[in-house]
């Protein structure tokens, strides 16, 4: 475990600063004409901007969803401003010729996009607002025969992959924020490992909004061809600001026969003040298609975003394929989360596993909602479901929804709930020990978010202790 | 070293001390006995600084400072340990990084040095000897799933650690097999120097037999009713408490 924990939990969210660039920014409003704007920006393929236009046209027949245990103010998707990229970014750009304003702007958010200091074993692809700024390390990747670069510079270069696969995990028609994303997805990653190929080194995404009043809308996009390997991770931050922002954004994952994708996220989007002004509104459509023997698993740590609205799924679709959810949730002040996961058991001898783990401080609101279907045609298959909640002081809530539907008689479904409080007495003992109450939160929540920790790739684990210490900065009287 | 005088405390609308006074010296053993209920980890606690209590009346110093004024975790830097009679569980938490945080925290308060996970552990090595427990508790998380005479002996195992100079042992006794009342009471035994004092919390004469006192106290209905030397607690195990009582 960090021991910087400690020296974090009284910080501020760090990541709240402007950067001053000169930026093409849209006007705000939704019509056909703004999707056309945007593929045109991008200099799309017709094939490209037909598909975005019929997603348009269905987003437009469908209403917002109000399903889930979240709380906010109608969002007016013509007040929006849907494109927002620095001028100085040409699009396929090379690195050393990105704006220095940038670069020092990722260097605050402790990223080197610089071919000499990047993170050891980890290539970056980072997004600022609508745009990628650069991918490090696409050399020594392309090596391997691993592509990975932005969503725009793949649709360019790869686009009979694209053409395969998107849409094919997330269909634009899929729910309404999916089909919005599909209308105006701007940029977004995209990786593709060749057959057989274990990728050497970590893949991340570095998600920053910089721009006001505009939502971020991205598209990610992971292919592990048979018996290929890929983990990789994504980070987000965003400006302190006193408006709500869109984010809403699709992943598609997919792996073929006796693939493995590894998909971590910390989430640290702004989560607007202590009375719930500002903040991202963040609606994430997350799936994956696991077919023969392969496995998909997602690890996610939320901290940050006035709402999250998220349910990273798999659909095990190949026989003895394998699908994980591990989550932790944190919600502090008025911040609101409804999130889980949906395991679809297709395939025969399919085996998922969810480990929840929310926790819910100041007037915070933490949904787990999860969702696991065995199809008759599952024979065999198995899910273990463990879902952990902890209170942290009296105003905030934990709620839980599990839907559980088993339609063949060889499956077989475990569901392990509980609720805890932190309570005063395990503060208390922490203290008599010599521990600030801040430390001893810090510790003891980490100690109940340890199975999930022990999943994320070692310096996000890091990342993610410290991003709590400051998440629940506060919390206690 | 600690001067407790008239000390009153209530918890809810309760009153549970109703004027202890107490004088500990560097270099001495105290203990304290009486029946059920009468007030005894509400002391112990209150010294520790647990945040349940309200004190009505009366002050605690300690070398010197007003104690009462001091946060919990700063009582600790200073010194003052509590071996719970209900040790508490922090589930995912292993031991070896529970102990080192604490560890670390109380020398960062005196302006030591810390140890690394490395350094802390050849640390432990010693440490875990002297109480007789085996390093894989080392791994385990903080009292999750231990027997009752485990949680004890993990209590010894921080205070052979933080080695505090005031030491309240409530009821660490309670739930020991007789080897590991033995090597408890060693351990402690083992600890003890002229610069630092114990307070032991018993029912048991037998515990006093290994951890000798200099003096033993009555505590009935929050106050101390007699005081005596380590032949007071024989005399209590023979004729039990009523008649202290009814002499008070
Ligand atoms: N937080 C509290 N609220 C209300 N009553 C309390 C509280 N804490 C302790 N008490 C009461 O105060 C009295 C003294 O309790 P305490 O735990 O100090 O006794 P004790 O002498 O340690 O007893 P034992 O020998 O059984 O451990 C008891 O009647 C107990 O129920
Ligand atoms: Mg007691």
Redesign the pocket.
């Known amino acids: 475990m960090s021991s910087s924990i400690e020296s974090l939990v009284n910080k501020e969210y760090q990541y709240g600063f402007v950067t001053d660039v000169e930026s093409d920014t849209i006007a705000p409003g939704l019509t056909e004409d703004t999707v056309r704007l945007i593929s045109s920006k991008k200099d799309e393929p017709e094939w490209l901007l037909e598909w975005r236009l019929k997603a348009f046209r269905r987003w437009q027949a469908m209403t917002e969803p109000h399903w889930s245990n979240l709380k906010y103010a109608p969002i007016d998707y013509q007040a929006q401003r849907y494109y927002s990229a620095p001028k100085s970014i040409t699009p396929l750009q090379s690195l050393d010729q990105v704006d220095p304003e940038l670069l020092r702007a990722y260097d605050k958010l402790g990223i080197s996009l610089s071919e000499q200091k990047h993170l050891a074993g980890v290539a970056v692809d980072a997004i600022f607002d609508s745009v990628s700024v650069g991918t490090t390390m696409k050399a020594e990747l392309s090596k391997h025969g691993v592509v990975f670069c932005s969503f725009t510079e793949a649709v360019h270069n790869h686009p009979e992959l694209i053409k395969k696969y998107l849409g094919s995990v997330v269909p634009y028609s899929d729910n309404f924020f999916a089909a919005l994303n599909s209308a105006v997805f701007s940029d977004g990653s995209f990786c593709y490992v060749p057959k057989g190929v274990r990728c050497p080194i970590e893949l991340s995404t570095y998600f920053r909004i910089n721009a006001a009043n505009t939502g971020q809308f991205e598209r990610t996009l992971i292919v592990a061809d048979e018996g290929a390997y890929v983990s990789y991770l994504e980070g987000c931050t965003a400006p302190k600001r006193d408006t709500h922002q869109l984010h809403a954004a699709v992943v598609e994952l997919v792996a073929l026969d006796n693939a493995t994708v590894k998909y971590s996220t910390v989430q640290n989007w702004y989560a607007g003040d202590k009375d719930g002004v500002g903040g991202i509104y963040n609606f994430v459509t997350k799936r994956g298609k696991a077919h023969t023997n392969s496995k998909i698993s997602w690890t996610q740590v939320e901290t940050g975003s006035a709402i999250t609205w998220k349910y990273p799924s798999v659909i095990l679709q190949g026989d003895n394929s394998t699908g994980e959810f591990y989550s932790v949730a944190v919600v502090n002040n008025m911040q609101q989360a409804d999130t889980g996961t949906k395991m679809i058991h297709i395939g025969k001898n399919t085996k998922s596993t969810i480990i929840s783990k929310g926790i819910s401080a100041g007037h915070g609101q933490n949904s787990y909602r999860g969702q696991v279907k065995m199809l008759p045609k599952a024979h065999g298959s198995r899910n273990y479901t463990q879902c952990d909640s902890m209170l942290i002081g009296n105003k905030c809530g934990a709620h839980t929804f599990p839907y559980i539907e088993v339609a063949n008689n060889s499956s077989i479904t475990e569901h392990e709930a509980s609720t805890s409080k932190i309570g005063e007495d395990q503060i208390f003992y922490c203290k008599q020990r010599g521990l600030s109450a801040e430390h001893a939160i810090s510790l003891i929540v980490s100690g109940f978010c340890r199975e999930v920790f022990k999943e994320l790739p070692m310096e996000f684990a890091l990342e993610a202790q410290q991003l709590l210490g400051i998440t629940l900065e506060g919390s206690v009287g | 070293m600690l001067k407790i005088d008239n000390l009153h405390a209530t918890?809810?609308d309760?009153e549970?001390l109703k004027g202890i006074s107490l004088t500990v010296n560097a270099g001495e053993v105290h203990a304290i006995m009486?029946p059920?209920?009468?007030?005894?980890?509400?002391l112990a606690q209150i010294i520790a600084g647990h945040p349940?209590y309200v004190v009505t009346a009366g002050s605690v110093t300690y070398e010197g400072k007003d104690l009462l004024a001091m946060p919990a975790e700063e009582r600790a830097q200073a010194g003052v340990f509590l071996a719970f009679?209900y040790p508490v569980e922090i589930p995912g938490v292993t031991n070896a990084y529970f102990f080192r945080s604490a560890y670390n925290e109380v020398r960062k308060a005196n302006g030591k040095e810390e140890l690394d996970p490395i350094e802390f552990l050849d640390l432990m090595e010693k440490k875990l000897k002297l109480v007789e427990m085996d390093e894989a508790m080392l791994h385990r998380s903080v009292n999750a799933g231990f027997s009752g005479g485990e949680k004890k002996r993990n209590e010894i195992l921080q205070m052979a650690v933080l080695e505090p100079k005031l030491a309240i042992l409530d009821?660490t006794d309670s739930g020991l097999d007789i080897d590991a009342l033995r090597v408890v009471a060693g351990g402690v035994n083992a600890l003890r120097r002229p610069d630092n004092a114990t307070i032991v919390v018993t029912?048991y004469q037998r515990l006093l037999n290994y951890i000798v006192p200099d003096f033993v106290h009555v505590l009935a209905h929050g106050r101390i009713v007699k005081s005596g030397g380590k032949e007071l607690a024989l005399e209590l195990e023979a004729r039990g408490y009523d008649w202290v009582m009814e002499a008070a």
């Open positions: 918890a809810g309760k549970i009486g059920n209920g009468s007030g005894k980890s509400t349940g009679q009821e029912h």
